[in-house]
């Protein structure tokens, strides 16, 4: 093994968190490095509760009732039912690779003995799976033997219509190979490794044509997990398959630092470019490189709220147009800030630069850890930002939507970067309680703090014998001005270095040396990216929400429905939300800490409305079971009623078929129409005016919910579209046939057609279908309701 190889071998192990001596062999390293999971132990502190509360979710689930879709795709019987939802609706299998990730993680960060025996059963299965196959195939895409046989010789027909089956299989790629760097599972790395061999098989006919129009169907990481396979062998043939699977649709753009991302599936863009940052570390190709770092830069700079999260209905709007986010029950997706973790962790081991840890941090206060109900350990999907709406929470036996995989995922691993060396210094990133024991340079590392809350730290020393090594603190920018202040054993000292946002300590440490940091933090506004009159209250760190309202939330906590990760309750009128106004001062003066131990503002003074004054705005973290204000519309005095006046219309345009639609699919969308298990023949999709559409020459169906109040189904089109003909059918009648000239208004129109009283007669749902004329096509339909 060459030595560029070796070190960037050593390098995926240690980013990985991999257990076992090998890097002891390997010498000092000039990057920055992580500490194992397993060196990291978290003390009482939200993260910890976070931590306890997701392993007792995760214990709630049955690894048979998960191994289920394998055993059944391998022709061996099941030892229990499969679980419903997303589980037995074709994404079947999804959950169990995401599971073993989390048992890996949590094995590694607690030493759960239950988890590694878990690990151990589900993977020996999966072993059997793949014994069974004979081709090294394991996998839970129902009907898949058949469908990938067809892929093999070029034939989509069935693929197409399968529910995004290379994404499943990431997962189940990616948690083989954590059972193995994290638990030191050997036969996982077995089955990893023949699945590799399997997709290197199942591609090698297909034309570089044919593999870049796969990819436009969601596929997870897959450049990522065969860039892992490359790096755990050495075989090229795994490298060579992780280009392959680089779509090239995104990567091109981004090697040219240009951003068109706007109206793409957001979290099927992050997943690939996590895989070209790791192609980039393996081959230190500059176009991998320039890609994810321009991605990463373009999404949190100008497509990134407060929290940390991005996109809306799973879609990255118009960098220059956030309505839509607050127009919707759907705001970020917590699947998204899973992923822009991992990319952000990457890139900060890559080269220490400070932002890409203060959005780490920022990310993993507000979005991640708000993303888990802190009594029942329900993960939340969305989290919307219009005014007093309201977030869902999944159940263990009920919901098995993506954001219950990534949410098992995401509350294992807090140890992950709150520590990190380089050569023999020690760099502290964030202010998390915990202990890091390391091991090799006998040094152990103890921080202690009440913070948010209490804005200090403090850092205990421990060595067997006193040694010379530099302490690294970070420097956060959310510091206020000559308010970081450094104590060791009780003095203050000056002895410090300060370089790229760290504050350098060399001495000799000995053992019970007590490092004091104080924290003291800033308050700011941040307005949302498009810089509309919206804005967001952070106290360092910490962004603050203020509960609101507990009427009226439907499906707070989910059952199995198709649909029951989105808050279906009714979104409350934008002119009857809180509204701030502003004086001659600035209005972050107006934000005023309470008297109390626990992190409580008010802002009664900006508050237009009496009965919203006495609101309490808390971290957002704490918010849970109830309706919250996140962004507040801000105005003048002078501009109340043409505030007013701007809000009143928009209700009009965006709620005014909220209370009467029952149901309702974003034609163009990918979740949305998976959600209704879209079928397609000879169609297209694109976007208009920042709004999603679907057109065919052939036809396309959606299974939309029934209920008794049924009584039409409104479409949306584009008044001006011309020479479209087509029919409507509903349940194979033909409900309405559909003439389009042009001779419409320059704008959206939705056009309701009754449904008749027998077409829904026995029925538990309604399959709508758009079929066009000989010679024609359908109109480009934006937007299908079933209305009451």
């Known amino acids: 093994m060459s030595h560029k190889i070796t070190r960037l071998f050593s390098r995926f192990f240690l980013t990985t968190m991999a257990v076992g001596s090998f890097m002891m062999a390997l010498g000092q390293q000039s990057t920055m490095q992580p500490f194992r999971l397993n060196q990291v132990q978290l003390l009482k502190s939200p993260f910890l509760s976070a931590e306890q509360t997701d392993l007792n979710y995760m214990l709630k689930l049955q690894p048979d009732r998960l191994l289920a879709p394998f055993l059944r795709e391998a022709g061996l019987k099941a030892k229990a039912k499969s679980y419903g939802n997303w589980e037995n609706t074709g994404l079947d299998g999804h959950t169990a690779g995401h599971y073993l990730t989390a048992l890996a993680q949590m094995y590694a960060a607690t030493g759960s003995a239950e988890c590694k025996k878990r690990m151990d059963y589900m993977v020996s299965e999966l072993s059997r799976c793949q014994v069974k196959s004979k081709n090294n195939y394991v996998g839970g895409v129902p009907g898949g033997v058949h469908m990938w046989a067809l892929v093999k010789t070029g034939d989509f027909s069935e693929f197409n219509k399968k529910w995004v089956p290379w994404y499943n299989l990431h997962k189940l790629f990616a948690g083989l190979r954590d059972c193995y760097l994290l638990a030191s599972n050997q036969q996982a790395k077995d089955v990893f490794l023949g699945l590799a061999n399997w997709a290197y098989d199942e591609t090698t006919g297909l034309t570089d044509s044919q593999m870049q129009s796969m990819l436009n169907t969601e596929h997870g990481g897959m450049d990522e997990v065969l860039a892992d396979a490359y790096a755990l062998t050495n075989n090229r043939k795994y490298l060579v398959l992780a280009e392959r699977f680089c779509h090239r649709q995104l990567l091109t753009p981004l090697a040219h630092n240009q951003d068109k991302l706007t109206g793409l599936h957001a979290n099927t863009q992050i997943p690939k470019v996590i895989g070209f940052e790791r192609i980039a570390e393996l081959t230190n190709d500059t176009a991998y490189a320039t890609a994810a770092k321009f991605f990463w830069q373009a999404v949190v700079h100008n497509r990134t709220i407060s929290i940390g999260g991005n996109s809306v209905r799973e879609h990255f709007n118009p960098a220059e147009n ?381 299974h939309m919910r029934l209920t008794p109040s049924v009584k039409a189904l409104g479409i949306t089109y584009y008044g001006k579209e011309s020479n479209r003909g087509f029919d409507i059918y509903v349940n194979e009648t033909k409900l309405t046939h559909v003439e389009l000239d042009g001779l419409g208004p320059d704008t959206f129109v939705t056009k309701e057609y009754p449904i008749p009283d027998a077409i829904k007669a026995n029925n538990q749902t309604l399959i709508i279908k758009f079929v066009a004329d000989n010679g024609k096509s359908t109109a480009s339909i934006y937007d299908v309701r079933l209305l009451r």
């Open 322 to 702: 956030f309505s839509s986010m607050l127009e919707s029950e759907q705001g970020p997706e917590t699947c998204n800030s899973n992923n822009m973790l991992k990319l952000s962790k990457m890139l900060f081991l890559e080269d220490g630069n400070q932002e890409y840890i203060d959005f780490y941090e920022r990310l993993l206060y507000n979005h991640i850890l708000s993303s888990q109900h802190p009594g029942t350990g329900g993960f939340v999907y969305l989290t919307p930002i219009h005014p007093q709406h309201y977030r869902v929470y999944s159940t263990a036996d009920e919901s098995f939507w993506c954001c219950v995989g990534t949410g098992m995922e995401n509350h294992g691993k807090y140890g992950e970067l709150i520590y990190t060396h380089k050569n023999n210094n020690l760099y502290v990133n964030l202010f998390i309680p915990s202990v890091l024991n390391w091991k090799q340079k006998g040094i152990k590392l103890i921080q202690q703090n009440n913070f948010p809350d209490n804005e200090q730290t403090e850092l205990t020393v421990e060595t067997a014998v006193s040694k010379r090594f530099t302490l690294f603190v970070r420097k956060p920018n959310w510091i206020k001005p000559d308010g970081f202040i450094v104590k060791i054993n009780g003095k203050t000292t000056s002895n410090i270095n300060y370089s790229e946002g760290y504050a350098g300590i060399e001495r000799i440490w000995h053992k019970g040396d007590k490092i004091t940091i104080m924290l003291p933090m800033k308050n700011y506004i941040e307005h949302l990216p498009d810089h509309s009159e919206w804005v967001s209250f952070i106290h360092g760190p910490i962004v603050l929400a203020a509960p609101t309202d507990t009427s009226n939330m439907r499906g707070l906590f989910a059952d199995d429905s198709r649909w029951g990760h989105i808050a279906g309750g009714p979104l409350f009128a934008l002119n009857k939300s809180p509204l701030l106004v502003q004086n001659n001062s600035a209005p972050i003066t107006q934000l005023k800490r309470a008297a109390t131990n626990l992190m409580e503002f008010n802002i009664s003074d900006l508050i237009e409305q009496p009965q919203f004054k006495n609101l309490k705005l808390i971290p957002f973290y704490r918010v849970h079971d109830t309706r919250y204000m996140l962004y507040w519309p801000i105005t003048t005095k002078d501009s109340i009623g043409q505030k007013e006046a701007e809000f009143a219309a928009l209700d009009e345009t965006y709620l005014k078929l909220a209370p009467r639609t029952i149901d309702e699919v974003s034609p163009g969308e990918q979740q949305p129409e998976n959600d209704h298990f879209i079928a397609a023949e000879k169609t297209e999709t694109g976007v208009f005016r920042n709004q999603h559409w679907r057109s065919a020459k052939g036809f396309f169906s959606y």
